[in-house]
Nanobody
Framework: VQLQAYGGGLVQAGGSLRLSCAAS????????MGWFRQAPGKEREFVAA????????SYADSLKGRFTISRDNAKNTVYLQMNSLKPEDTAVYYC?????????????????WGQGTLVTVSS
């Protein structure tokens, strides 16, 4: 499966963005999906995940309540709604997929990765 993340951009602190991750080549319904982010000079970190079958979700503790992951299998797309954005949310955001049953917080658990989309939050 090929993944393409898009929807990043420049937004003021307190604003919102919705990222999308479109899949091609295979149906996303067979994959658990995750969003990760990497800020300059930092390691890639977990943001959110959604499971393949039951759609259960998990979030980084620091992002709960501000970010929401969802999926639309009919559109073969996974979304990340980001609200109340802060300058520290500035990073390249990556989507990832794996046929595993449940989403994971670990980068090594995902087989497929999108190219990333840059989110910049100005203060």
């Amino acid at each position: 499966v090929q993944l393409q993340a898009y929807g990043g951009g420049l937004v003021q602190a307190g604003g919102s963005l919705r990222l999308s991750c479109a899949a091609s080549g295979r149906s996303l319904s067979g994959y658990s999906m995750g969003w990760f982010r990497q800020a300059p000079g930092k390691e890639r970190e977990f943001v959110a995940a959604i499971s393949r079958d039951d759609g259960s979700t998990s979030y980084a503790d620091s992002l709960k309540g501000r970010f929401t992951i969802s999926r639309d299998n009919a559109k073969n797309t996974v979304y990340l709604q980001m609200n109340s954005l802060k300058p520290e949310d500035t990073a390249v955001y990556y989507c990832a997929g794996d046929p595993r049953l449940y989403g994971s917080r670990r980068t090594n658990d995902y087989r497929y990765w999108g190219q990333g989309t840059l989110v910049t939050v100005s203060s």
